[in-house]
């Protein structure tokens, strides 16, 4: 049974960083790519915020079918306002994570993620006064040291898209990061005890919030028409 259970950890980290790093570099390959359009007019798709819309409808249908096919889920105790929050500091993550690929390359964008853990800790413990111990502020230290020497110190080729960084991307980077924190230590605050939701819960609720609320903000800001322009005018984005 602990053998088991053992696998099916390593399973699970295996195919967290796997789906992490091949998101990132499509992520990186949307927002970098020229497109040429029939004038022979190169553009790159800038629709940040279509993109994180597309991207939660698909967690939510995701999650609404793992619960609706899934048996033993019991009804969430914790209020959707809680989940609203939850999504503003979310969408607030990804819009600037998004936005910081126009202006920093993927190395540097890892660099900056790995540290997430710190600052999860950190608004744990501004905003609900959580103690950590010696041992959890020890691994977090040598978890994010050992991704920081790993980015860094590795053999550069010395493209030109290795040079692609500037200060408003590392910035961006670092909001985004500010961002992550703030989700993070609203999770651990309200997704504990008895009446906290389910993974699968967390993730239908997060995104169906956040996704109203970045419909409307494409509406607001005609985002929306436009990044359909431009998928209607480069189909091969879509794929």
């Given at each position: 049974m602990a053998v088991k259970r053992d696998l099916e950890f390593v399973f699970c980290v295996v195919g967290i960083y796997f789906c992490y790093v091949y998101y990132a570099v499509l992520q990186e390959r949307i927002t970098t790519t020229k497109y040429v359009n029939e004038d022979g007019l190169a553009e790159k798709f800038s629709h940040t915020m279509f993109m994180m819309f597309i991207q939660c409808v698909a967690n939510s249908i995701f999650a609404f079918c793992v619960l609706f096919f899934l048996p033993g889920n019991s009804r969430c105790q914790v209020p959707q306002r809680v989940f609203f929050s939850m999504s503003l500091t979310y969408i607030g993550g990804m819009l600037s994570s998004y936005e910081a690929l126009k202006y920093v390359n993927f190395p540097t964008t890892v660099l900056i993620k790995s540290c997430k853990m710190l600052p999860v800790m950190l608004m744990n413990f501004l905003l609900y006064k959580r103690r950590y111990s010696a041992r959890e502020i020890i691994c977090v230290f040598f978890i994010t040291a050992g991704v920081y020497v790993f980015t860094v110190f590795k053999p550069s080729s010395g493209s030109k898209a290795e040079k692609f960084n500037t200060p408003a991307g590392v910035l961006l980077s670092m909001l985004s990061l500010a961002m992550d924190g703030l989700t993070?230590?609203?999770?651990?605050?309200?997704?504990?005890?008895?009446?906290?939701?389910?993974?699968?819960?967390?993730?239908?609720?997060?995104?169906?919030?956040?996704?109203?609320?970045?419909a409307v903000s494409l509406i607001a800001t005609g985002q929306g028409t436009e990044a359909v322009s431009f998928c209607s005018r480069h189909p091969d984005v879509l794929v």
């Open positions: 993070g230590a609203q999770q651990d605050q309200h997704c504990k005890g008895e009446s906290r939701p389910s993974g699968y819960q967390l993730m239908l609720f997060m995104n169906r919030w956040a996704v109203l609320q970045l």
